[in-house]
């Protein structure tokens, strides 16, 4: 079983920065892209930025500029959040393509972060 946690949300006003952060814990696993969403309430979740195991990324055309992705390592996710917009006020979630001991992949979800940010 892994378990991934975000922190680093919260309240923001508009123009500011946030970081946050995914950590990775439990079972043993191999790591391939990793991804930031983010959703509001009655819309689907949205990609926001990802993350492959080479270090290519890619970014939904509303934050290309100001948020960057990158990754310490395989078990830790971090989203720079600059010149940040009230539309930009979401639950984020990460998200971690694993592959277990025994061979099978499967996408790992956190719970969440809010970040809010206040015009």
């Known amino acids: 079983q892994v378990q991934l946690v975000e922190s680093g949300g919260g309240l923001v006003q508009a123009g500011g920065s946030l970081r946050l952060s995914c950590a990775a814990s439990?079972?043993?696993?191999?790591?391939?892209?990793m991804a930031w969403y983010r959703q509001t309430p009655g819309k689907q979740r949205e990609l926001v930025a990802s993350?492959?195991?080479?270090?290519?990324t890619n970014y939904a055309d509303s934050v290309k500029g100001r948020f960057a992705i990158s990754r310490a390592n395989a078990r830790t996710l971090y989203l720079q959040m600059n010149s940040l917009k009230a539309d930009d006020t979401a639950v984020y979630y990460c998200?971690?393509?694993?592959?277990?001991?025994?061979?099978?992949?499967?996408?790992?979800w956190g719970q969440g972060t809010q970040v809010t940010v206040s015009s």
């Open positions: 993350i492959t195991r080479g270090g290519s």
């Open positions: 998200k971690i393509n694993i592959q277990t001991p025994m061979g099978s992949w499967s996408d790992a």
């Open positions: 439990g079972s043993p696993f191999t790591a391939s892209d």
